[in-house]
């Protein structure tokens, strides 16, 4: 076939149909795969990959905590390969350094360069650093909430229990970066000191807190050997009983022993001054903010949450009422493919009765109906290959350029059926395929250029 390259172009398709309707059956085929399987996002990643490092100094104010810690962090982050900028907040006592890398720097990577970095600063002494867990900017999937269901779960045992219950439950859950609770009352065991009896036994707090420092850490005490057998010798010395810690040795004065009770009250009770609280549904509780990873499957993994909550509920039956969807972003994800799914559905709908009533073409119909899902397929797979994600904005361009891509796929079969039907009516011998790129090469440049200004 003589012509442009278009021409021959859609020339060779139309020589082998069945070879390019098979292998459009199988890149179907492939597409729904993929549509169902790829990870669903709210919104993008907006932000590079980060590496985020927690840093405490207990003592520090702000400015000592910027000149001591963050600077020499930072000195060396700035340094490391594909960084692009490195940010840091600091506070009283702890700060927060942010090193961003390029778009293109894989996250793991990047982890393990800034904790090869971190060994090589000096920080002052009791100050520690730590690498954040791995998230993303809208990592946050979900909010759940956990209220006492009977007067017996006070708010220190309601956060307990989520804490080192529910928490550690969840965390087993591939794909859980982080999970953050607020609200409810911690318990600590308080040693309050009476400064009198303390000044009569001629110590003062800071050798106290000498005196006390690792008093409940279990130890080692060498070993025993025998002609045959060593044996392991340890001090047992961690323990939760009040009675015990209160009875532990703190001095020695004339050959009398000085024992903590004696100058102080051991207990056990809540934070006095807690920060931050949590109400659900008008009561007192404790939220719960998971986190995901970056890259995960939002849809499977917010059903991964449910079905263990629910597990966990019939468990704890009786005891607390665990709210699973305070917050979800699986609400907004499902409301966008619902909207996709509904322009098509609409789309197709339209475009069967118009075809019907103004061409009366089954084939037409077909045609056009097979067009709409196997684009929208096609269009998932090529954002997977160039590595962009399906969320809410995507979801929403792909509802639009359904319009468009209708509006395409009627007036090409429209001009073919119409061109047929003048072939037919000529009684013209030429081949079909001919007559058909004819129709095809009339309507190309108004079906682009509309398309181009759509876009």
Do not use: C
Not at 13 to 36: D, H, P
Not at 245 to 263: C, M, Q
């Amino acid at each position: 076939m003589k012509g442009s390259i278009f021409e021959k172009f859609v020339g060779g398709i139309l020589k082998n149909r069945r070879t390019i309707l098979i292998a459009s059956l199988a890149m179907f085929g492939y597409g729904i795969w993929q549509t169902y399987t790829a990870p669903v996002d709210i919104l993008p990643d907006l932000n590079r990959p980060t590496v985020t490092i927690f840093t405490e100094a207990e003592g520090l104010v702000a400015e000592e905590i910027e000149l001591l810690v963050v600077t020499p962090i930072e000195a060396v982050m700035n340094g490391a390969p594909k960084v692009e900028r490195v940010r840091s907040v600091s506070g009283n006592g702890l700060s927060l350094i942010f090193v961003e890398f390029n778009w293109d720097a894989e996250i793991y990577r990047a982890r393990q360069i800034v904790a090869e970095k971190l060994n090589a600063v000096s920080l002052p002494e009791g100050a520690k650093a730590t690498l954040g867990p791995i998230s993303s900017l809208m990592g946050e999937i979900q909010l759940v909430g956990v209220t006492a269901d009977s007067d017996e779960m006070d708010m220190k045992a309601l956060r307990n229990l989520a804490d080192f219950t529910i928490k550690q439950k969840l965390l087993t859950i591939s794909g859980i970066a982080r999970i953050n609770n607020i609200g409810g009352n911690f318990t600590q065991y308080q040693i309050q000191v009476n400064p009198q009896k303390l000044a009569s036994v001629g110590l003062n707090l800071n050798k106290l807190l000498e005196e006390l420092d690792g008093i409940v850490e279990n130890k080692s005490g060498n070993f025993v050997v025998t002609d045959e057998i060593e044996y392991p010798i340890r001090i047992t010395a961690r323990t939760t009983d009040l009675e015990k810690i209160a009875n532990t040795k703190i001095a020695e004065r004339d050959g009398a022993l000085i024992l903590l009770r004696d100058i102080a009250t051991v207990t056990k009770s809540k934070v006095p001054a807690p920060r931050g609280d949590a109400t659900v549904n008008g009561f007192r509780g404790v939220i719960m903010s998971i986190t995901k990873q970056p890259g995960q499957n939002t849809l499977e993994l917010s059903k991964q949450i449910d079905a263990e909550l629910a597990t966990l509920q019939k468990s704890l039956e009786g005891k607390v009422k665990i709210h699973p969807h305070l917050f979800t972003q699986t609400k907004f994800i499902q409301n966008g493919i619902k909207n996709v799914v509904g322009v098509a559905r609409d789309a197709g709908i339209l475009v069967t009765l118009i075809l019907l009533l103004f061409l009366g073409n089954l084939r037409a119909v077909g045609i056009t109906l097979f067009v709409l899902p196997f684009s929208f397929v096609m269009a998932i797979v090529i954002l997977q290959l160039m590595g962009i994600s399906l969320n809410v904005m995507t979801l929403g361009g792909l509802a639009v350029a359904i319009g468009s891509l209708t509006d395409d796929a009627v007036v090409t079969v429209e001009n073919m059926i119409r061109w047929l039907k003048i072939r037919k009516e000529k009684g013209e011998k030429e081949p079909v395929s001919d007559t058909i790129v004819k129709a095809l090469n009339e309507v190309r440049g108004s079906i682009i250029f509309s398309t181009v200004l759509v876009v």
